[in-house]
Structures are given as C-alpha cells and as structure tokens.
C-alpha cells in the first residue's frame, strides 16, 4: 500500500461488520464517527491508528446496551 496516509491516523472500525471510518487527523473525530456508526446501527465500534491497532478505551457499545 502507498504511503499516502500522510496526519490521517485514526479511524472507526466495527466490531459487528465491516464497517471502515474515514481516516482523520484527530482521534476525537474518528470517534465520534465510530459513535455515529454505533448508534446509527446498533453495533460495536472502535478507533484504531494506523497500523490498525485498537486504540485502549476506544470501544463504544450501542446505546442499547448502556446502563441507562
Ligand atoms: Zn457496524
């Protein structure tokens, strides 16, 4: 793959499908694209960087499934 990654290092990634976020420069937007998807469609989101590691503490669980 060309290193074209340039500042994007974090990105949503789905636990429950194959969901893949857009790549972004701040780790903040990237979850809050992984919030939107966890939200939108009941699933498991995470951010990873960009060697497509978990980010610690980044798992989001739908809504559903929060203590109210
Ligand atoms: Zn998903």
């Not at 694209?33 to 960009?50: C, E, I, L, W």
């Amino acid at each position: 793959m060309p290193q074209a990654h340039g500042q994007l290092r974090y990105r949503g990634r789905c636990a429950d499908c194959s969901w893949v976020g857009r790549p972004f420069i701040r780790y903040g937007t990237a979850d809050a694209a992984a919030r939107d998807h966890s939200d939108a469609h009941q699933h498991t989101a995470f951010v990873v960087d960009q060697y497509e590691m978990r980010i610690v503490g980044s798992t989001i669980r739908p809504a559903s499934a929060r203590q109210a």
